[in-house]
Nanobody, 125 residues
Framework: QLQLVESGGGLVQPGGSLRLSCTAS????????IGWFRQAPGKEREGVSC????????YYADSVEGRFTISIDNAKNTWYLRMDNLQPEDTGVYYC??????????????????WGQGTQVTVSS
């Protein structure tokens, strides 16, 4: 059974950086999509990045383009989200998820079927 576990969240000052990790166990898919999402209090879950294994393409939401980087270590079954120049509006619970495809920059929760438990990111001075 697939299990995803996120780690790496924490408290960081504006302008700082964090790297989130998502480690998968029981993952056997050859072609898959990895999505990173975040959810701020009182707001809907927002897709921030997607990686497609079929063509190695990476997609980012406009709000994080140029600041966030998704990467994959297949040997470790671990996926990362490097977040630079963090701002208070980046605060939220961050989730990784798997699905069959990326639909370009339209990174929607409904297209992903397995989820981690989330890790809190707080950006504050």
């Amino acid at each position: 059974q697939l299990q995803l576990v996120e780690s790496g969240g924490g408290l960081v000052q504006p302008g700082g950086s964090l790297r989130l990790s998502c480690t998968a166990s029981g993952f056997t898919e050859k072609y898959y999509a990895i999505g990173w999402f975040r959810q701020a209090p009182g707001k809907e879950r927002e897709g921030v990045s997607c990686f497609s294994s079929a063509d190695d393409r990476k997609y980012y939401a406009d709000s994080v383009e140029g600041r966030f980087t998704i990467s994959i270590d297949n040997a470790k079954n671990t996926w990362y989200l490097r977040m630079d120049n963090l701002q208070p509006e980046d605060t939220g619970v961050y989730y990784c998820a798997t699905g069959p495809f990326c639909f370009g920059r339209h990174i929607l929760p409904r297209d992903f079927d397995s989820w981690g438990q989330g890790t809190q990111v707080t950006v504050s001075s």
